[in-house]
Nanobody, 117 residues
Framework: QVQLVESGGGLVQPGGSLRLSCKAS????????MGWYRQAPGKQRELVAR???????NYADSAKGRFTISRDNAKNTVYLQMNSLKPEDTAVYYC???????????WGQGTQVTVSS
């Protein structure tokens, strides 16, 4: 049974930082492409950042220079360090796992990030 469990969301003031974590189980984490997506109210879910099994990364333009995705294969965990947060970063953030050979990715349950003064 595959599980992706996100944590680390919360309320933060503009300019602040948060680190999201996603712990995976039930998959071979080291060969899985992991990603963070977000969905704001009334908007479509969008890619924030993605990291391959070889730790190559790509970011949405909105995240470049402020967010950093990383992975710890020993802990089956992917992280998203978010700095210089803005109100427009407010969304539910979802962890995503692209398992080799599987058409559809797995999703976590989401964690709310609210940036507000």
């Amino acid at each position: 049974q595959v599980q992706l469990v996100e944590s680390g969301g919360g309320l933060v003031q503009p300019g602040g930082s948060l680190r999201l974590s996603c712990k995976a189980s039930g998959i071979i984490f080291s060969i899985t492409v992991m990603g963070w997506y977000r969905q704001a109210p009334g908007k479509q879910r969008e890619l924030v950042a993605r990291i391959t099994s070889g730790s190559r990364t790509n970011y949405a333009d909105s995240a470049k220079g402020r967010f950093t995705i990383s992975r710890d294969n020993a802990k089956n965990t992917v992280y998203l360090q978010m700095n210089s947060l803005k109100p427009e970063d407010t969304a539910v953030y979802y962890c995503n796992a692209e398992v080799p050979g599987r058409r559809d990715p797995f999703w976590g349950q989401g964690t709310q990030v609210t940036v507000s003064s």
